[in-house]
């Protein structure tokens, strides 16, 4: 039985389709079904029930997806323990908040592929909390995220960067003091079921600010973009690798606690070699892009 079977078994399983499998495992929808059949096969047993649409797990399939862990798992521990290279090289899936993914993640990516030409790199965006549970059951190799809390002790956490809270405010917008711009700007909000919505809404009720919220919005970029055009202000977190667009903003400080950025991966993940080499390069462009917004 092939490894790659079981791998894209569990993409499967994740993913909840074979065409969204096809995107994991980098081949065609036609060869995910192929090498499912081929598995079948080796097995002797269906494993999916395909007249429903799209075909759905049998029993016996939901059964082995654990084991199915297990065994991928111990096949990519080997290859570590022995010292092969072969933990630099390969594919790496990296889930990532999308405020991280216009600055931070393609930076250090870039940094990260220099040294590692034949590396692979697959990029999922996705809320902090829907992150870390992704992380917990294997179905990335490691999350940049900003969850509040981390439930499982199965993860090992690495800390990035505090970014606290500001006001932001287009460059050519009015002065005054945050709770004045607050109070008589339109309110420009992020989405509440997001983390760093709801460190700013919390913050905003502990100092009693009422806002005239004009919209919310789903993402920080989008926030940020909105705010350059002028139509409000906003709470968020200091971008520690920040794009243009924020970049160029006016930021008032708050004097406030924000968030943690952060890096979880499986403590038993077994391209941990990879990952250190992705921390290394992740603060490495925090700390390049900090020297140059201080000498600016």
């Known amino acids: 039985m092939s490894i790659t079977l079981l791998r894209t078994l569990i993409a499967v399983a994740d993913t909840g389709s074979f065409v969204a ?22 097995l ?14 049998t029993a016996l399939a939901l059964s082995l997806i654990p084991k199915a862990r297990a065994v991928v798992a111990a096949y990519d521990a080997l290859l570590a323990d022995a010292g092969s290279e ?76 505090h970014e606290p809270l500001v006001l932001i405010i287009a460059p050519d917008g009015p002065k005054g003091t945050p709770e004045e711009l607050l109070r008589s700007l339109p309110y420009i909000r992020h989405a509440r079921r997001s983390a760093a919505g709801k460190i700013a809404e919390d913050w905003l009720v502990r100092n009693r600010i009422n806002v005239q919220s004009s919209m919310e919005l789903e993402s920080l970029e989008t926030v940020a973009s909105v705010v350059a055009h002028g139509l409000g202000v906003s709470v968020v977190p ?59």
């Open 86 to 161: 072969s933990t630099l090289v390969g594919t790496l899936t990296l889930g990532a908040v999308p405020s991280s993914l216009h600055g931070l993640v393609p930076m250090a990516l870039k940094r990260l592929m220099q040294s590692t030409p034949q590396l692979q790199v697959r990029v999922v965006p996705g809320l902090s909390s829907d992150l870390v549970e992704m992380v917990d059951r294997g179905a990335v190799d490691a999350v940049i995220t900003s969850a509040l809390d981390v439930p499982s002790s199965s993860l090992r956490t690495y800390h990035i960067a």
């Open 238 to 296: 200091h971008i520690c690798v920040p794009d243009p667009v924020f970049a160029g903003l006016r930021r008032v400080s708050l004097e406030a606690p924000g968030r943690n950025l952060c890096l979880l991966t499986r403590a038993d993940c077994p391209k941990a070699p990879l990952i250190e080499r992705l921390v290394q390069e992740i603060l490495e462009a925090v700390r390049i892009c900090k020297v140059s917004l201080n000498q600016n």
């Open 44 to 57: 002797g047993a269906a494993l999916f029930d395909r007249q429903a649409k799209p075909p759905s797990l």
């Open 21 to 42: 499998a096809s995107d994991q495992v980098h081949v065609s929808q036609a060869a995910v079904g192929q090498q499912m059949r081929r598995l079948e096969d080796v």
